[in-house]
């Protein structure tokens, strides 16, 4: 089943603002990525996946001024992914629904180590 929701999502240090970005849910995993249907934005716009069960962090973060919406993705690898969405809320909910431990406590972003 896929649920999108539309969003803003830094990729290592990569912006796409709203609504160029997309969260969906599938059975077995998650996956975030372009919502433009536009060849040469795709192509520009990675696409990350990663299964429930290998996710090691799903925390929500803040406070950002103006940007007080975001969820952090990490998995063993210590791959990240920051999604941000005026739907933070619902998104940690459907993680959980899931079987994935989340973080509903906002942590600190930090702007020059994001993943941290």
């Known amino acids: 089943m896929r649920a999108p929701w539309p969003g803003f999502n830094i990729f290592g240090g990569w ?12 059975s077995e995993g998650l996956r975030l990525g372009s919502s433009i249907r536009f060849l040469p ?17 799903v925390s929500a973060i803040g406070p950002i001024p103006l940007m007080n919406w975001g969820v952090r993705f990490r998995v063993a690898s210590d791959e990240w992914i920051v999604f941000w969405t005026l739907r933070r809320s619902k998104v940690l909910q459907e993680v959980a ?3 994935v431990t ?7 972003f930090r702007y020059f180590h994001p993943g941290r």
């Open 102 to 108: 989340v973080n509903t406590k906002p942590v600190r």
């Open 97 to 99: 629904a899931r079987g």
């Open 15 to 26: 912006n796409a603002t709203i609504p160029f970005a997309r969260l969906s849910f599938f």
């Open 41 to 57: 934005f795709r192509a520009l716009m990675p696409v990350w996946e990663a299964r429930y069960d290998e996710l090691t962090e």
